[in-house]
């Protein structure tokens, strides 16, 4: 198991112990189909942002930034308007609003990314420091690195909160999952349509390991599904 999975394995032990049911809970396989459409969104203005880089010609470099700045601030706009709407009973409870979280403080510093690419993009002004403006864009790059560690930090949660909670079978364990066969195999064709070949990639981003994480737990960690017998 790779070092990120490992993590993500330390995480999830914390999060499996038995929980009561309670009541007006968004339906956990929405929630979960969710933060993979989010990853997969924000993992696709990357790879658009990285294409450009490549084919665009250096005169139009930061016009790129500027556009993609924009398209980040407004897909995190989005997700964390429904992360917000999410509501999940104890013990993951605080989950949907800490990814919000996350992602609000990834706005935040998109925009400090765009401004300075904007900036730079109107031409020189009398008493603007560029040099200082540059400095700061690895900065706001470690940041989001960092932030973004923590979204995949999240994703054990997030397959948790597919484990049937309230039945355990003959030895005591927590062995099925609250979703069918199908659901499960969508979810797993959701990420991989999604992610493709980044998955078996040894040198994966934060965003492409959590999804990986999810996938981990669907195929390979012998959970069975709700229409699965129980021993």
Known sequence: MSRKLAVAAAVFALLTGPALAESSETPHLEFVKLYIEQLG????????AAKELTTDPATQRIADCVH???QYQLELSTQIS????VHLNKPLESFPQGIADFEEQKLELYKQYGDVCSAM???PKPNV???KLTASLPKINAQVEFIDQGIFKVAPAVFAALIQMTKTNSHGGLDHLIIT???RDDLVRQIKL???DKLNQHDQNWIVSAASVIEF?????GYKCSDEPWD
């Open 217 to 221: 737990y669907l195929e390979k960690k």
């Open 121 to 123: 993009m109107e031409g």
């Open 82 to 85: 429904a992360m917000q709407g």
């Open 68 to 70: 993609t700045m924009t």
């Open 41 to 48: 969104a924000i993992e696709n203005i990357r790879d658009a």
């Open 181 to 183: 066969k199908v659901e």
């Open 129 to 131: 420091d560029y040099g």
């Open 194 to 196: 999604t992610f493709g």
